[in-house]
């Protein structure tokens, strides 16, 4: 089945730093990945779409520039969130679709915690 | 009102309930729905996924979609404690298959 990583797992870091989440598939290529992110007992809040060797698509009231988006490879995007404040801890999961399956499910990474203080 | 309806739960059976987790929608373009389970603290994990209304059937799990009701349903047989997760439904229109619509995701107990 397709396997969706990221890393790290679990990261903390101080205030005004900023820190860089990594989400790979594994065993497909996937040329649109996504991030989203998920406060506890909520359900997941899609910030953006990621297509490979192009701009993110930010979701409304997105940041942008706070939340940084770069899709390299078809294998790999990442999440830069920049000058991180104690309100940008959250659950940072991102998913992949792998369209070569022809299907449009969405297979998600494990997710990273991020703890800003 | 949100775009997908889903009870939070908690909800609590012994272990071999059948249990039933459902969802409402009120947008008709939704045409692909899919069920997805997630452990604490980990990524969420596709279960099943349909396109049409009728039941689909995986080993202990059925899904099910009525479009005319704009209902989703999960059944899951012969429960077991490992099944203790939450449940997430989630769809997408055809005109944007990009576009997710999760539900808040039910907690489900499953009891020894």
């Known amino acids: 089945g397709a396997v969706v990583s990221q890393h790290p797992s679990r990261v903390i870091c101080k205030s005004g730093t900023s820190v860089k989440i990594e989400c790979r598939s594994l065993d497909f290529q996937a040329t649109t990945m996504f991030w989203y992110r998920q406060f506890p007992k909520q359900s997941l809040m899609l910030m953006a779409t990621?297509?490979?060797?192009?701009?993110?698509?930010?979701e409304q009231g997105v940041e942008k520039d706070k939340f940084l988006i770069n899709h390299a490879s078809l294998t790999l995007s990442t999440l830069t969130v920049t000058s991180a404040h104690p309100e940008d801890s959250s659950f940072y999961i991102c998913?992949?679709?792998?369209?070569?399956?022809?299907?449009?499910?969405?297979?998600f990474g494990p997710g990273t915690r991020l703890t800003v203080t | 009102q949100k775009e997908v309806e889903q009870d939070p739960g908690p909800l609590s059976v012994p272990e071999g309930a059948i249990v039933s987790l459902n969802c409402t929608y009120s947008?008709?373009?939704?045409?692909?729905f899919m069920w997805y389970r997630q452990y604490s603290r980990k990524g969420p994990e596709l279960l099943m996924y349909t396109y049409s209304s009728g039941n689909k059937e995986d080993g202990r799990f059925t899904a099910q979609v009525d479009k005319s009701s704009k209902y989703i349903s999960l059944f899951i047989r012969d429960s077991q404690p490992s099944d203790s997760a939450t449940y997430l439904c989630?769809?997408?229109?055809?005109?944007?298959?990009?576009?997710?619509?999760f539900g808040s995701g039910t907690k489900l107990n499953v009891k020894p």
């Open positions: 989630a769809m997408t229109p055809y005109e944007n298959f990009n576009k997710f619509y």
């Open positions: 990621s297509n490979e060797g192009s701009k993110a698509t930010y």
């Open positions: 998913s992949a679709r792998d369209y070569e399956d022809g299907g449009n499910e969405q297979y």
């Open positions: 947008n008709s373009a939704f045409q692909y």
